[in-house]
């Protein structure tokens, strides 16, 4: 691998790991969800998913400027896109809650959310 490329997997490890960071605290949200506090843990989570932003643009302009990439121009763009996507559905989850005013949450959703990122840690 040359010295240039190792930004381009640098940035997924780190977009991945906000990936987690952000499924780890919607189950955190979830498992003592508090409708007083729904503001802040958005605040929280939007912090979150705004440092998924940067590690995007910071991707689009290593892309825009590169002249031979690792991987296809097109599929780190796909890639580092999808990565984002995940981190904006899981915040969208919370808005929902604020949205729609939920006052409790079931234990079933909060297994369920606990499950999907159990099963995620299995994969690596």
């Known amino acids: 691998m040359a010295k240039g490329d190792k930004f381009y997997f640098d940035n997924f490890v780190e977009s991945t790991s906000l990936s987690k960071q952000a499924a ?3 189950v955190e949200c979830l498992e ?3 409708p007083n506090r729904i503001e802040q843990m958005l605040e ?3 912090k979150i998913e705004h440092s998924a932003d940067v590690k995007k643009h910071e991707m689009n302009a290593a892309l825009a400027k590169a002249f031979v990439t690792p ?3 097109e ?4 890639l580092s896109q999808n990565l984002d996507d995940v981190i904006d559905i899981i915040e969208e989850i ?5 949205i729609y005013d939920i006052k409790t949450i079931d234990a079933s959703a909060v297994d369920f959310a606990k499950n999907i990122v159990r099963s995620c840690d299995l994969l690596g």
């Open 75 to 78: 599929d780190l763009d796909m």
């Open 44 to 46: 929280e989570m939007h």
């Open 24 to 26: 780890n605290y919607l």
């Open 71 to 73: 991987v296809d121009r």
């Open 94 to 98: 919370l808005q929902k809650f604020y």
């Open 32 to 34: 003592n969800y508090d």
